[in-house]
């Protein structure tokens, strides 16, 4: 399950070569600014959604890949939550850049939920049915938003967090929009190094995102599908019968 807390989100651009140090952060240029302003506006309705998705986690070092699916909803930073489960890919190499991922096992193949509340993170473990707090004022490393791990979504149901980021124009084409996020904030920055976005067009919606992790030496990757922009109601979960385990944090 800990996994998680070092795999963040995020898009592929499939001839991208990542970079052997820390981009810096970049001043949003007219072409990225246009773009992200008809994002938001066409999106400007939605509060809550729901995605699925598919993620890929790339170890540049062992040049190795991990692959999974699951769900994404939103409501606000503290009432949202997202389930994984690990995907076998059968030994399937993975051609990305030009190089060669080969799939890495994962060491947890069951289902898993990370949920944000008023009171800190559940780490919900489905099998066996158990689950932890991480509480936000007691965790070691600092308060981990829902954000460092989806920075955007489908739908922009937060557009504030636009004013955090940079935006470059990587590449336009009448399908498609290629941009590049920096994040302007420290306090993200020690975790995310940069965000490539992949846009649709005409609608401007978030197809993929690729979060690149802090040092260059990974990067997750988070393509979407099945978006529901305001849905009637979103999931719940439901605890009642599973196990409350210790909170997790420095005692």
Same mark, same amino acid.
């Given at each position: 399950?800990?996994?998680?807390?070092?795999? &963040? !989100?995020?898009?592929? #651009?499939?001839?991208?070569?990542?970079?052997?140090?820390?981009?810096?952060?970049?001043?949003?240029?007219?072409?990225?600014?246009?773009?992200?302003?008809?994002?938001?506006?066409?999106?400007?309705?939605?509060?809550?959604?729901?995605?699925?998705?598919?993620?890929?986690?790339?170890?540049?070092?062992?040049?190795?890949?991990?692959?999974?699916?699951?769900?994404?909803?939103?409501?606000?930073?503290?009432?949202?939550?997202?389930?994984?489960?690990?995907?076998?890919?059968?030994?399937?190499?993975?051609?990305?850049?030009?190089?060669?991922?080969?799939?890495?096992?994962?060491?947890?193949?069951?289902?898993?939920?990370?949920?944000?509340?008023?009171?800190?993170?559940?780490? !919900? %473990?489905?099998?066996?049915?158990?689950?932890?707090?991480?509480?936000?004022?007691?965790?070691?490393?600092?308060? !981990?938003?829902?954000?460092?791990?989806?920075?955007?979504?489908?739908?922009?149901?937060?557009? %504030?967090?636009?004013?955090?980021?940079?935006?470059?124009?990587?590449?336009?084409?009448?399908?498609?929009?290629?941009?590049? &996020?920096?994040?302007?904030?420290?306090?993200?920055?020690?975790?995310?190094?940069?965000?490539?976005?992949?846009?649709?067009?005409?609608?401007?919606?978030?197809?993929?995102?690729?979060?690149?992790?802090?040092?260059?030496? #990974? &990067?997750?990757?988070?393509?979407?599908?099945?978006?529901?922009?305001?849905?009637?109601?979103?999931?719940?979960?439901?605890?009642?019968?599973?196990?409350?385990?210790?909170?997790?944090?420095?005692?």
């Amino acid at each position: 399950m800990f996994e998680y807390l070092l795999i &963040a !989100i995020a898009i592929i #651009s499939q001839n991208y070569t990542v970079p052997d140090r820390p981009i810096k952060p970049v001043k949003s240029d007219a072409n990225a600014i246009r773009v992200v302003e008809k994002w938001i506006e066409s999106q400007e309705n939605t509060k809550t959604v729901h995605a699925e998705f598919n993620q890929y986690f790339y170890d540049h070092v062992f040049m190795t890949y991990k692959k999974s699916k699951g769900e994404v909803n939103y409501s606000s930073p503290n009432d949202a939550f997202f389930t994984s489960v690990a995907v076998d890919n059968h030994g399937k190499t993975d051609l990305r850049g030009g190089k060669e991922y080969h799939e890495e096992k994962a060491n947890h193949a069951g289902k898993v939920t990370w949920a944000w509340t008023k009171s800190g993170i559940q780490a !919900i %473990d489905h099998k066996p049915k158990s689950y932890s707090l991480i509480p936000y004022d007691s965790w070691l490393f600092g308060k !981990i938003t829902f954000n460092l791990f989806f920075p955007f979504l489908p739908g922009v149901p937060d557009k %504030d967090l636009f004013g955090n980021w940079g935006f470059k124009m990587v590449s336009e084409t009448d399908e498609k929009v290629h941009l590049l &996020a920096t994040p302007k904030k420290s306090t993200t920055r020690d975790k995310i190094t940069s965000c490539e976005l992949i846009l649709l067009k005409p609608e401007m919606t978030l197809y993929a995102i690729k979060r690149h992790q802090i040092g260059g030496n #990974s &990067a997750t990757v988070y393509i979407f599908t099945n978006v529901k922009r305001n849905p009637p109601r979103l999931p719940s979960i439901d605890l009642s019968n599973y196990t409350e385990n210790k909170p997790i944090g420095p005692e």
